[in-house]
């Protein structure tokens, strides 16, 4: 079975922005795409029209928001089979810890939690062996350089309950806790993709974790200071091409649409994928089968509470 419908998370900037026009260049793809705010969505929406390109409202540290975005695409699908769905949206949270009205540490869910629920709801919808891609990210793992030059210690999973309260580490100052929640996000999204590929029938999709490695510029960056934002923005993609490991939001979108349409890959599934199409190890403690089975048992609960 063959489809021309795809969903993409986070696609109003960025990777996601990029990703969204590579797909649309297709004349035969249809896009449907989840905002925060659609109206605010001015440089998608300038990618196709409502025919190709259905943007609809979701926040994903909401699980209302992202049980009521879940129901709005199987309208919008009427009956139609998903192609792929690359779960991209991502949120680097600054200052005190933040919870969520459901009483979640925000940047778990909005970056894995939200993300899970969704493929729980959708994934009937999904054409047999349809790659869902998880955006994850280097800084999961307390081996890779880049990211402790950047501050990131890797992920910390102190387990299921703790890490969803985003209750890592007492002993950290505030901003090295919020890039711990940041990598522990990215951690937990390789964790889940290793356990459902794990437990997938023949047939079922294709779940890969995908890290589109440091893309200075983009909008990660959004709630860090102001002299922050302005040199991620202005200095550090001058510097990027020299740092191995850096990418620009154009070359990981290229990657990361050959993975959605099966250009690459076509039959990986439980892989860890990074920019240059290459598959490389993730951290040690993300191959950890029983840190993989506790969240897994932690995200189906949490997918059975709205």
């Given at each position: 079975?063959?489809?021309?419908?795809?969903?993409?998370?986070?696609?109003?900037?960025?990777?996601?922005?990029?990703?969204?026009?590579?797909?649309?260049?297709?004349?035969?793809?249809?896009?449907?795409?989840?905002?925060?705010?659609?109206?605010?969505?001015?440089?998608?929406?300038?990618?196709?029209?409502?025919?190709?390109?259905?943007?609809?409202?979701?926040?994903?540290?909401?699980?209302?928001?992202?049980?009521?975005?879940?129901?709005?695409?199987?309208?919008?699908?009427?009956?139609?089979?998903?192609?792929?769905?690359?779960?991209?949206?991502g949120?680097?949270?600054?200052?005190?810890?933040r919870?969520?009205?459901?009483?979640?540490?925000?940047?778990?869910?909005?970056?894995f939690?939200?993300?899970?629920?969704?493929?729980?709801?959708?994934?009937?919808?999904?054409?047999?062996?349809?790659?869902?891609?998880?955006?994850?990210?280097?800084?999961?793992?307390?081996?890779?350089?880049?990211?402790?030059?950047?501050g990131?210690?890797?992920?910390?999973?102190?387990?299921?309950?703790?890490?969803?309260?985003?209750?890592?580490?007492?002993?950290?100052?505030?901003?090295?806790?919020?890039?711990d929640?940041?990598?522990?996000?990215?951690?937990?999204?390789?964790?889940?993709?290793?356990?459902?590929?794990?437990r997938?029938?023949?047939?079922?999709?294709?779940?890969?974790?995908?890290?589109?490695?440091?893309?200075?510029?983009t909008?990660?960056?959004?709630?860090?200071?102001?002299?922050?934002?302005?040199?991620?923005?202005?200095?550090?993609?001058?510097?990027?091409?020299?740092?191995?490991?850096?990418?620009?939001?154009?070359?990981?979108?290229?990657a990361l649409?050959?993975l959605?349409?099966g250009r690459?890959?076509?039959s990986g599934?439980?892989?860890?994928?990074?920019f240059?199409?290459?598959?490389?190890?993730?951290?040690?403690?993300?191959?950890?089968?029983?840190?993989?089975?506790?969240?897994?048992?932690?995200?189906?609960?949490?997918?059975?509470?709205?």
């Open positions: 079975m063959s489809s021309s419908h795809h969903l993409v998370t986070g696609a109003t900037s960025g990777i996601g922005l990029e990703l969204a026009a590579l797909l649309l260049a297709d004349p035969a793809c249809r896009l449907v795409v989840g905002a925060r705010r659609p109206e605010a969505a001015k440089a998608l929406r300038a990618l196709a029209g409502p025919d190709r390109l259905a943007i609809l409202p979701l926040d994903l540290a909401s699980l209302a928001s992202t049980v009521a975005f879940a129901e709005a695409v199987e309208r919008q699908l009427a009956g139609a089979k998903l192609a792929s769905f690359s779960a991209n949206a949120l680097q949270a600054a200052g005190p810890r919870l969520t009205a459901d009483g979640y540490e925000e940047t778990f869910q909005a970056n939690l939200g993300h899970a629920l969704l493929i729980a709801r959708l994934r009937r919808h999904l054409v047999p062996s349809a790659p869902v891609v998880l955006t994850a990210s280097g800084t999961h793992d307390p081996a890779n350089r880049l990211a402790r030059r950047f990131f210690r890797g992920g910390l999973f102190v387990g299921a309950d703790h890490v969803a309260k985003g209750e890592l580490d007492p002993a950290a100052s505030a901003k090295q806790l919020d890039r929640r940041y990598a522990t996000s990215k951690l937990c999204a390789i964790l889940y993709v290793y356990a459902v590929t794990r997938a029938s023949a047939g079922d999709a294709r779940f890969i974790a995908f890290d589109p490695g440091l893309m200075p510029g909008g990660l960056a959004r709630e860090r200071s102001a002299v922050e934002r302005w040199a991620w923005s202005n200095v550090l993609p001058l510097l990027a091409h020299a740092m191995p490991g850096t990418s620009t939001a154009r070359r990981s979108a290229l649409a050959k959605l349409t690459a890959f076509p599934r439980g892989l860890h994928v990074d240059t199409l290459a598959e490389t190890p993730s951290s040690r403690g993300s191959r950890r089968e029983d840190w993989q089975e506790e969240l897994l048992r932690f995200a189906d609960c949490a997918a059975l509470e709205p």
